[in-house]
């Protein structure tokens, strides 16, 4: 007898600080037809750059959880028992976690599993922005430092301006999550990514994500510095598929 073949997977995918959804438009092409990619941007960025920007960290979880409700919904009808999951790195994962939170509840059908990288828990972030007293010169040269974004963005003066503001914007919410999101505590699965080499999201403290789900937890350590996950995005995607459909992988 054939195995009876699973409905696919939509993946909903959050940037970290500073970027739009943007920066998973060539995962789309990279998922197999099982695993539907779709980022998901926060109001005033990228897709949904004519909308109003969302005032702090509940009205930004509340203004994508609703993104991700009428899609799935949409989905759903056209492909019945559409499943579906979440992948956030850094700044996104904390956003991602509690934005499936939500739609859970909204929607009564948990993710198969929320995929976080290259980010600590709310409990181990210092509350309160960090970069009020940091020079645009030195954030610039931080974000370099990363690696996670094009050079000739910084290079760009409108575009680092542009980068600069968002950056900020984000750290301002970032600041909101050791306080509104300590308590987080979801019924889902959880996949757990962290490079050996990230110094802001060392594996150690990133497993820590575990006291937030009741439900089982995968770590999965790989090479490489904080933005070693969204850089090689077909092992990323591999790590979901065997997390959400063993043995496709």
Do not use: N
């Not at 007898?1 to 939509?10: E, F, I, L, N």
């Not at 409108?158 to 308590?183: K, P």
């Amino acid at each position: 007898m054939q195995p009876v073949s699973r409905p696919p997977v939509r993946l909903y995918c959050f940037p970290h600080a500073g970027a739009t959804s943007l920066v998973y438009r060539g995962w789309q092409q990279l998922g197999e037809p099982h695993l539907l990619v779709r980022g998901v941007d926060a109001p005033g960025r990228g897709t949904r750059r004519q909308e109003r920007k969302a005032a702090g960290y509940h009205a930004l979880v509340r203004c994508m959880a609703e993104q991700v409700v009428a899609d799935l919904l949409t989905e759903r009808e056209r492909t019945p028992g559409l499943r579906w999951a979440t992948f956030g790195h850094s700044f996104g994962a904390t956003t991602s976690l509690a934005v499936a939170a939500e739609v859970t509840r909204q929607v009564g059908v948990a993710p198969e599993r929320a995929v976080l990288s290259g980010a600590i828990p709310p409990a181990l972030q210092r509350p309160g922005p960090l970069l009020d007293a940091v020079s645009d010169e030195e954030l610039l040269s931080r974000t370099a430092a990363d690696g996670g974004t094009p050079p000739a963005v910084l290079a760009d003066p409108t575009m680092s301006r542009i980068l600069l503001r968002m950056l900020r914007e984000d750290d301002a919410v970032r600041g909101e999550f050791a306080r509104e999101a300590r308590e987080l505590r979801v019924d889902f699965p959880l996949t757990l990514i962290a490079a050996r080499e990230d110094l802001h999201a060392p594996p150690q403290k990133v497993w820590q994500w575990a006291a937030h789900s009741t439900a089982p937890v995968r770590r999965v350590e790989i090479e490489g510095g904080h933005f070693a996950a969204v850089q090689r995005p077909k092992d990323t995607l591999a790590t979901i598929v065997d997390d959400t459909d063993p043995g496709k992988g």
